[in-house]
């Protein structure tokens, strides 16, 4: 496994996020729905001191990245209270003020929309984060995992994202972040884990924050436009120089 460097005090472990073929399965309801719906995804699983474990499922393919968080010892149903937060340091340049580089997005148990949130403003009170129109494409949704669920049956919040690549950039590798809030306990659970959050919101400042990287680099992917333009430039070149030899050809004779 890749690791990268880090002298924070706030430690952490990097977060593989790796290319699935089968995010087109994906039921956008906020749960897990059947067995094998998030299973090509990287499995990441995060233990607390107080015995709380939240699992986190990532994978990208195509316009988006996906994210499934599953606090799977969390018993009590708290409708519109319980919430998870995911955040992206689009430049991972780990700044202490969030910055416009930085991006969080937000949704509760029960709602069937969520928020997003843009870096670089001006007020503390919000971690200087202002929510901004949901880009096209978003989902950030949550309801109850059951009997469907592939950890356990008991019912327990989760949360599902799809978050669009173009807004936060194609980059192998992000800053990272994810709080879930238990309105039971009023705890908030985080990654890196243990972290002072500096707003009413549920962030800390994104020098805190952990990564998520690429191992294999595909998370740039080239869209089809890309390729399609790059492969008109070459040709259009190669017939270029293909005319001019056999002009020159012409001239000598």
Same mark, same amino acid.
């Given at each position: @496994?890749?690791?990268?460097?880090?002298?924070?005090?706030?430690?952490?472990?990097?977060?593989?996020?790796?290319?699935?073929?089968?995010?087109?399965?994906?039921?956008?309801?906020?749960?897990?729905?059947?067995?094998?719906?998030?299973?090509?995804?990287?499995?990441?699983?995060?233990?607390?001191?107080?015995?709380?474990?939240?699992?986190?499922?990532?994978?990208?393919? #195509?316009?988006?990245?996906? !994210?499934?968080?599953?606090?799977?010892?969390?018993?009590?149903?708290?409708? @519109?209270?319980?919430?998870?937060?995911?955040?992206?340091?689009?430049?991972?340049? *780990?700044? !202490?003020?969030?910055?416009?580089?930085?991006?969080?997005?937000?949704?509760?148990?029960?709602? *069937?929309? #969520?928020?997003?949130?843009? +870096?670089?403003?001006?007020?503390?009170?919000?971690?200087?984060?202002?929510?901004?129109?949901?880009?096209?494409?978003?989902? +950030?949704?949550?309801?109850?995992?059951?009997?469907?669920?592939?950890?356990?049956?008991?019912?327990?919040?989760?949360?599902?994202?799809?978050?669009?690549?173009?807004?936060?950039?194609?980059?192998?590798?992000? +800053?990272?972040?994810?709080?879930?809030?238990?309105?039971?306990?009023?705890?908030?659970?985080?990654?890196?884990?243990?972290?002072?959050?500096?707003?009413? !919101?549920?962030?800390?400042?994104?020098?805190?924050?952990?990564?998520?990287?690429?191992?294999?680099?595909?998370?740039?992917?080239?869209?089809?436009?890309?390729?399609?333009?790059?492969?008109? @430039?070459?040709?259009?070149?190669?017939?270029?120089?293909?005319?001019?030899?056999?002009?020159? @050809?012409?001239?000598?004779?």
């Amino acid at each position: @496994m890749l690791f990268f460097g880090f002298t924070c005090a706030y430690a952490f472990e990097p977060i593989p996020i790796t290319v699935s073929s089968t995010t087109d399965k994906i039921i956008f309801d906020g749960k897990w729905s059947f067995e094998y719906e998030w299973k090509q995804t990287s499995l990441n699983s995060y233990s607390y001191d107080d015995g709380t474990t939240i699992i986190l499922r990532s994978t990208h393919q #195509g316009k988006f990245i996906y !994210i499934f968080l599953d606090p799977i010892t969390d018993r009590y149903l708290d409708r @519109m209270n319980d919430h998870a937060i995911i955040c992206f340091d689009t430049k991972d340049n *780990k700044s !202490i003020k969030a910055d416009l580089n930085d991006y969080c997005f937000m949704t509760s148990l029960e709602a *069937k929309n #969520g928020f997003s949130y843009q +870096g670089g403003y001006t007020s503390t009170h919000t971690g200087f984060f202002n929510k901004i129109p949901n880009p096209d494409g978003f989902v +950030g949704i949550s309801t109850v995992s059951d009997a469907n669920d592939r950890y356990t049956p008991i019912p327990h919040p989760s949360y599902e994202f799809r978050i669009p690549a173009n807004l936060i950039g194609r980059e192998n590798v992000y +800053g990272f972040y994810f709080s879930v809030y238990d309105g039971h306990s009023k705890n908030t659970y985080t990654y890196p884990q243990n972290l002072e959050l500096d707003s009413y !919101i549920g962030i800390s400042s994104p020098d805190q924050w952990g990564e998520i990287y690429s191992p294999d680099k595909s998370l740039p992917e080239f869209g089809f436009p890309t390729i399609s333009l790059v492969l008109t @430039m070459v040709l259009t070149l190669f017939f270029t120089v293909i005319l001019r030899r056999n002009s020159l @050809m012409q001239i000598r004779r």
